[in-house]
């Protein structure tokens, strides 16, 4: 478990060494960014700390609402620990936070509206890293999960039905 581990993570950071090579978009200092994946390949995700993340929702209408944070970051294989708080006073803003796989948002929000609220509006696809409960104005909630071991971008987005294409972040894993 613990090779196969160490070797995902080894092909990962070879594949984004490439990419850090190949592409001249990345403004980072390349030198600087290859001592942290390799730092990174050699420590055993589950030695690392409990990555705490608070979200906030604000807004009170289709057009205000949103999450207080357009970015996110974890590092692979992580447990996160994430809080979401809603923020909103008027009880048609109904949020979640669900990590999904970069680009599917909108197959995850048609899924989601389908598996309906008994399932927090959040299919069961492999798109779906993990989400937390909907939750109503006032309110806030609490789920741990552990970021994927491939790294790289993800997304977050809130799974209310019309929610998804303006409720929506990056995460990265690092
Ligand atoms: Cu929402």
């Known amino acids: 478990m613990k090779k196969s581990v160490i070797y995902s993570l080894a092909i990962g950071a070879g594949v984004w060494l490439l990419s850090a090579c190949g592409g001249n978009t990345d403004t980072s200092n390349g030198k600087q960014s290859e001592t942290t994946v390799q730092e990174s390949a050699t420590t ?3 030695t690392l700390p409990v990555k705490e993340i608070e ?4 807004g009170n209408t289709m057009a205000e609402m949103k999450f ?8 692979a294989g992580q447990k996160v620990k994430v809080t979401l708080h809603n923020k909103s006073v008027d009880e048609a803003m109904q949020h979640n936070i669900v990590f999904i ?16 609220l008994s399932k927090n509006f959040t299919p069961d ?10 939750i109503g104005p006032g309110k806030s909630t609490t789920f741990e999960f552990t970021a994927p071991l491939e ?11 019309g929610h998804f294409t303006i409720m929506k972040g990056v995460f990265m894993v690092e």
């Open 125 to 134: 696809s492999p798109d779906v890293i993990a989400g937390s409960d909907m």
């Open 55 to 58: 979200v906030n929702t604000t």
């Open 101 to 116: 796989k970069k680009g599917t948002g909108e197959t995850v929000g048609i899924a989601g509206m389908q598996a309906g």
């Open 151 to 161: 790294k790289g971008e993800y997304e977050f987005i809130c799974t209310y039905p």
């Open 44 to 46: 055993d995700p589950s």
């Open 68 to 75: 207080d944070v357009t970015e996110l970051h974890a590092a």
